[in-house]
Structure formats: structure tokens, C-alpha cells
């Protein structure tokens, strides 16, 4: 048996776990062959691959980002790109692709299994948490203790200069980092993709802090904020290739309209792309290699057009329709508790 595998989307703690698991189990369990498709679906558009064996996975269980390189795209990019995939898995006797990626390269994988009848598994992975149909993703316990990391550092120097910082993490469309790394670090407040802000009722908070003896406060923002239309004036969102918006500002406007409205120096930090590097945590590891030896066993089930799932602690199958075109989202309730709870 051949079995194929590719990371898509963006780097992320853990995938190198899963596709370690993928080599010792195919090659554990069955002698089987597997194929280490380089950057994304690219890698299987031009035919660009590599053996793995269990000599080229051993230590790279610890380390971030991917051996066999990731990237953007999609076969459906192309006007025969769809062709060329059938092609590669004809070509190189292809039995199954394991596709480890977010909701993009899920949603370009049930497609090509539903639509062009290709043997593929998926395995969701984000530092977003943004993935339908299950509990969790790898990748978000070590973005989520990084932010936190960062944020125990920045109350230490806020407290010594009675500043304002403003923590932007990434969250483009969920505030799931947001949340939990503000909430396990103690922010003044915290602003999600999901509920628009109201700078006034943010500015309010922080004052009451100062005015309580607190002389430090942390808003943490996720990257795609917004606020109540009519609230803040911000920039018009420049667009990538693919259409999305690009985000990484929205903390440069919310520092000095904070500074106005409280008096109160404000200074931003943007912990950017180091959320996604380095040494996933221990979680991730194992959470990745239950990930990578649930996915062989799909193969070997022959379950093509799912992807293996966390659910109540449990790895269980979905179908990959079910990350088409949406988006999970954070718990509104626990949100708005939290907010009542610790936020005024």
C-alpha cells in the first residue's frame, strides 16, 4: 500500500508528530510505503515527493513546523489542476492521501473526495482552534501557552511603568487564542472576532482599573477584531490573492485611542508569528500522534471523505463536509461570563 501525505495552510506545533505517527504506524502495522508530498498540494501537482522512512521521522517529534514544508493553494488554483492530482495518484499508485491541514486545505480535500472520488483522509490542525467537528486542534495548547507566556512577562514591566499594553494574537475570524491565553493570564480585557467592541466601554475598564490601584492593564486582541460600527475609525482591510483580509493592525489603532480616552501611556505588543513556532507542548504532541495513527486506520478502513476528529477525549471519524465554508467559533455564554466575571 501507498499512502501519501501533505501539510497545507500555515506552519503549525504538532505536524511534524503527526506525520512521524503516520510513518511508524504505516510502516509498523503493514510494511506499507509512505510518500512526503513537499509544500502543500504543490507537491502533488508537480510530482515533488520523498520516502519516508522511519529513519527520516526519528527525532522529529519535538520540533515545530514541518519537514515536508507547507504553503498556501490548491489544485482547484489551476485549470487542470484536478487532472494533474488524478494523474500524480495514478502515476505514483496511490492508495491514500492523508491531507494535515486547517479549513482550507480540508475544504479543498472533501472536495477532491467528494466530488472527484480521491482516497483522502484529513487531519485537522490550526493554532486557530477554528476547525468544525472537533473539540480541539493541535497546535492550539502551545499557541495558547506562548500568548499566556508573553502575557505573565508583560504585566511585570506594565506595573513598573503604570502603562497600557495592548497584546494583539492571532485569531482571524475566532477569538479562541484570544480567550484562554487572556483568561489563564489575567487581561483587563479581551476582544474577539466574534462580539464587536466598544473602545468607550474598553477605555472604561482600564480606568477603573488605574482608579482601583491597579497600575497596569493588559487588553489582549485578537488579529480580527472589530469594533461597533461607528465606534473607531480603522483602516480599510487590504486583501490577499486568495480574498481574505489581511489583519495585523487592528492593535496599532486601539493603543492611542486608549491613551486618549484614559490618559494612560498605552504601548502595543504583537506576538505575530512566534505563536506558531517552536516545540509544541506535551498535549500536542500526543493529541498529534493519536491524530497520525487514527488517520492510518481510516486508510486501512478504506473511510475516504473523513477526517479523524477529538471529541469528549475520544478520537472518533467525521465526515470533511462538515469544514466547508465554516468556521467554529468561540462559546458566546462562556465569552460574556467570563467578561461579567473578571472584565469592570
Not at 498605552?266 to 493519536?290: C, E, F
Not at 470533511?320 to 473578571?342: C, N, Y
Request: aromatic share 6%.
Amino acid at each position: 500500500m501507498n499512502i501519501g501525505v501533505l501539510t497545507g495552510g500555515g506552519d503549525c506545533p504538532g505536524l511534524n508528530a503527526v506525520i512521524r505517527a503516520i510513518v511508524r504506524k504505516a510502516h509498523g502495522t503493514g510494511g506499507h510505503r509512505v510518500l512526503g508530498f513537499y509544500d502543500s498540494w504543490d507537491g502533488i501537482l508537480e510530482k515533488r515527493y520523498e520516502e519516508l522512512t522511519i529513519a527520516q521521522v526519528r527525532g522529529i517529534l519535538p520540533k515545530g513546523g514541518t519537514i515536508l514544508g507547507t504553503r498556501r493553494g490548491s489544485p482547484f488554483d489551476f485549470e487542470d489542476g484536478v487532472e494533474r492530482t488524478k494523474q500524480t495518484f495514478s502515476d505514483l499508485d496511490l492508495d491514500a492521501l492523508v491531507v494535515i491541514g486547517g479549513n482550507g486545505s480540508l475544504t479543498v480535500a472533501s472536495m477532491l473526495a467528494r466530488d472527484h472520488g480521491l482516497p483522502i483522509i484529513g487531519v485537522p490542525k490550526t493554532i486557530d482552534n477554528d476547525v468544525q467537528g472537533t473539540d480541539s486542534t493541535f497546535g492550539f495548547q502551545t499557541a495558547v501557552q506562548i500568548a499566556t507566556d508573553a502575557i505573565d512577562r508583560l504585566h511585570t514591566t506594565a506595573e513598573s511603568h503604570d502603562r497600557v499594553m495592548v497584546i494583539e494574537v492571532m485569531g482571524r475570524d475566532a477569538g479562541w487564542i484570544a480567550l484562554h491565553a487572556g483568561l489563564a493570564g489575567g487581561a483587563t480585557a479581551i476582544l474577539v472576532p466574534e462580539v464587536p467592541f466598544d473602545i468607550k466601554q474598553v477605555a472604561t475598564i482600564v480606568a477603573k482599573r488605574h482608579d482601583r490601584g491597579r497600575y497596569a492593564s493588559l487588553v489582549v486582541v485578537a488579529e480580527g477584531a472589530k469594533p461597533v460600527a461607528g465606534t473607531l475609525d480603522i483602516p480599510a482591510p487590504k486583501l490577499d490573492k486568495y480574498g481574505r483580509e489581511l489583519h495585523g493592525s487592528i492593535s496599532q489603532v486601539i493603543a492611542p485611542e486608549l491613551s486618549r480616552l484614559t490618559g494612560y501611556e498605552s504601548r502595543v505588543v504583537q506576538l505575530g508569528h512566534v505563536q506558531r513556532g517552536g516545540t509544541p507542548t506535551a498535549y500536542d504532541r500526543v493529541l498529534s500522534s493519536r491524530f497520525g495513527l487514527a488517520a492510518v486506520d481510516a486508510v486501512y478502513d478504506g473511510s475516504f471523505g473523513d477526517m479523524v476528529v477529538l471529541r469528549c477525549g475520544n478520537i472518533e471519524r467525521a465526515s470533511m463536509e462538515v469544514t466547508r465554508g465554516k468556521t467554529r467559533t468561540i462559546d458566546l455564554d462562556f465569552f460574556h461570563d467570563v467578561s461579567a466575571s473578571f472584565f469592570g
